[in-house]
Nanobody
Framework: QVQLVESGGGLVQAGGSLRLSCAASGRAFSTYYMGWFRQAPGKEREFVAA?????????YADSVKGRFTISRDNAKNTVVYLQMNSLKPEDTAVYYC?????????????????WGQGTQVTVSS
């Protein structure tokens, strides 16, 4: 059974930090690109960050560059992390983890094959 389970969301003040985790199981996710997307109320889902299967290549939305860091651990089951620093109220959203077999366009949510249920991140001003 394929599972992507996010955790680590919560309420934080502006300027604070959170670390999201995504535990992936049920497939050989060590060979998948992994990404984080977010969706705020009334807005479309948007790309946040992605990482290649090896971890060598990372990709970020301009809005989070220099503040967020994506990483992964393929030691056992794949776990993907999103370290979020200097959080802003506009970062408030549900954050989703996703897995992509091909990696042809890590920025596009259409390319991703599997999705988690999401975790809420709320940044207060």
């Amino acid at each position: 059974q394929v599972q992507l389970v996010e955790s680590g969301g919560g309420l934080v003040q502006a300027g604070g930090s959170l670390r999201l985790s995504c535990a992936a199981s049920g497939r050989a996710f060590s060979t998948y690109y992994m990404g984080w997307f977010r969706q705020a109320p009334g807005k479309e889902r948007e790309f946040v960050a992605a990482i290649s299967w090896s971890g060598v290549n990372t990709y970020y939305a301009d809005s989070v560059k220099g503040r967020f860091t994506i990483s992964r651990d393929n030691a056992k089951n794949t776990v993907v992390y999103l370290q979020m620093n200097s959080l802003k109220p506009e970062d408030t959203a549900v954050y989703y983890c996703a897995a992509d077999r091909r990696g042809s366009d890590p920025y596009s949510h259409y390319e991703y094959d599997y999705w988690g249920q999401g975790t809420q991140v709320t940044v207060s001003s």
